[in-house]
């Protein structure tokens, strides 16, 4: 059995490029840029009114004038209003431009309007107050998002207002999650008192769709000939294949054979972990990536969420964010394994604090929804205090 270091290490040496596609900017969250966003305009491209009121003239307001008789409106979408009369003003909508003539905007709330004139009640303004000036953010030309960001809902709108429906991303991996087991029963099944229902897949291509990665999910009978034949057609379709199960001692763990018959190379089989041990990685020929995580839904799930996005991350060229957070109370661990504890995290003076929570075994998936985050809690001891900071991957 290697280390979770190791392990980790072994994982992101297999970094993959699948080049890149254009994608529909609303199926574009989760992928990472593979060209710049470049402003065509400035931001923001006029000066932009940022209080509904009215527009005046500052020289006016400076000469003692108080009361403004309003000349019409400017509302936003419409174009550029010229205030005729500088001892005047003009009614004025957040969003719109601000008319020709005028440099200063007082809010509905400082004003009294009566029979289309417009009394102020401050003593005070500021040249170019409540105006969001044009070219304040950006300039046109400037690059607003860099290639190799990964993008976010804002990054989405700051795309859309840039004029692009359609963008160059990073090609993601083409991912099969299979689960493994006779035991399993579709969801909408009722299982019988031996069965169980499949929810691990459901977890995994949950946790993708997050990556903005959108997998196929199969079921593998305990058939090593059936699954043999069934996984030549997927690692001969998929970039990378996601198991759940069949990977232990079991008599009916037939994966690592049958994968073995695939000529796959065993990179590692086994880390000394809890939970998660028996997890196996490898690739085939064709270079087809293979995450066997172990079939217990905690398992299943340390194991995608601490490797399977090491490497996707690596192979993306982003980071992955790591934090550090402090155990809330002593916490001891026997066994020499790193225990990757699922936690709830809350935030104390400064401070993340983890909490673990009280689960049975890798098999519990009631209290594993209940987890924020996984704290690693490293093999060289048993004792573990409050006031050392562990790695902390929120989830
Ligand atoms: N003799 C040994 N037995 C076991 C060992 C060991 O080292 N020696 N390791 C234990 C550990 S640790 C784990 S974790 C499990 C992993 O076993 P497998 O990967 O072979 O998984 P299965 O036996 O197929 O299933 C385990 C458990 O998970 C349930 N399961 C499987 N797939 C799904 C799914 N898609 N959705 C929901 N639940 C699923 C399955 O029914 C089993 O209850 O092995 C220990 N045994
Ligand atoms: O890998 Mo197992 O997860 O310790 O139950």
New binding site residues.
């Given amino acids: 059995m290697i280390s979770v270091e190791e392990a980790l290490q072994l994982v992101r040496a297999q970094i993959r490029d699948y080049g890149t596609e254009e994608v529909e900017l609303l199926q574009s969250t989760g992928h990472i840029l593979a060209q710049d966003i470049v402003a065509d305009r400035a931001y923001p491209p006029f000066n932009r009114v940022t209080m509904d009121g009215i527009a005046i003239n500052s020289k006016a307001f400076s000469a003692g004038r108080r009361s403004f008789k309003i000349e019409g409106v400017q509302a936003a979408g419409q174009p550029q209003q010229t205030l005729v009369d500088t001892d005047n003003c003009l009614e004025v909508m957040t969003g719109a431009m601000l008319p020709l003539g005028t440099d200063v905007v007082i809010p509905y709330e400082q004003c009294e309007i009566v029979d289309g004139v417009a009394t102020v009640n401050i003593e005070e303004v500021s040249t170019l107050q409540n105006v969001h000036l044009e070219g304040t953010d950006s300039k046109q030309g400037d690059i607003l998002v860099q290639s190799g960001h990964k993008i976010t809902p804002a990054i989405v709108g700051l795309i859309a207002a840039s004029g692009l429906s359609k963008i160059l991303v990073k090609r993601l991996p083409k991912v099969a999650v299979c689960?493994?087991?006779d035991?399993?029963v579709e969801v909408d099944e009722q299982p019988l008192p031996h069965q169980?229902r499949?929810?691990?897949?459901y977890m995994l291509i949950a946790a993708l769709h997050a990556e903005g990665i959108h997998a196929q999910r199969y079921h593998l009978r305990d058939d090593p000939q059936v699954m043999l034949e069934e996984l030549t057609t997927i690692t001969n379709y998929y970039d990378v294949v996601l198991l759940?199960?069949?990977?232990?001692?079991?008599k009916f763990?037939h994966l690592p054979n049958v994968l073995n018959r695939l000529k796959m190379e065993a990179i590692f089989h086994g880390i000394a972990q809890r939970?998660?041990?028996?997890f196996l990685f490898g690739k085939l020929p064709n270079e087809v990536l293979i995450f066997g995580f172990?079939?217990?839904?905690a398992?299943t799930f340390v194991c995608y969420q601490l490797y399977f996005k090491a490497w996707l991350y690596q192979s993306l060229g982003i980071s992955l964010p790591v934090m550090k957070a402090f155990l809330s109370r002593p916490f001891s661990f026997k066994p020499n394994l790193t225990l990757h504890a699922l936690v709830t995290i809350t935030y104390n003076e400064g401070k993340l604090i983890a909490t673990p929570i009280e689960t049975s075994t890798?098999?519990d998936m009631v209290n594993l929804a209940l987890a924020q985050g996984i704290l690693s809690l490293p093999a060289d001891r048993n004792e573990f205090t409050t006031d050392e900071a562990f790695d902390l991957q929120v989830v």
């Fill in positions: 689960a493994t087991g035991e399993l169980i499949q929810s691990n897949s759940s199960g069949a990977v232990s001692k079991g763990d939970p998660g041990k028996p172990p079939g217990n839904p398992s890798s098999g």
